[in-house]
């Protein structure tokens, strides 16, 4: 049974700073890219970032670019987002979701976590 349970949410002034995790299980995990995304209310979920299945490669929204990092432990099964510099319009419930090779979209991702809920106030 295939398991990603993300962590981390919460709510945070703007200009914060919040660090996601998003832990896999029943999965070799080395074998997936693992990538985020977010869905704010009454909008599409839309991409924020990508790694490589070792963790060499990542990929980033441009509105996430220089504020966001995703990195990850194999030998803990489990992948990061470190959100810094954080405005409202980041506010959104974030997912994590694996899937074989590299993506910016959505479909096509095998699995998917439940979701943290992400609110910055202004």
């Known amino acids: 049974q295939v398991q990603l349970v993300e962590s981390g949410g919460g709510l945070v002034q703007a200009g914060g700073s919040l660090r996601l995790s998003c832990a896999a299980s029943g999965i070799i995990f080395s074998r997936y890219f693992m990538g985020w995304f977010r869905q704010a209310p009454g909008k599409e979920r839309e991409f924020v970032a990508v790694?490589?299945?070792?963790?060499?490669?990542?990929y980033y929204a441009d509105s996430v670019k220089g504020r966001f990092t995703t990195s990850r432990d194999t030998a803990k099964n489990t992948v990061w987002l470190q959100m810094n510099s954080l405005n409202p319009e980041d506010t959104a419930v974030y997912y994590c979701?694996?899937?074989?090779?590299?993506?910016?979209?959505?479909?096509?991702?095998?699995?998917w976590g439940q979701g943290t809920q992400v609110t910055v106030s202004s």
């Open positions: 790694i490589s299945w070792s963790g060499d490669r990542t």
């Open positions: 979701a694996a899937r074989p090779n590299y993506s910016d979209s959505p479909r096509g991702y095998y699995y």
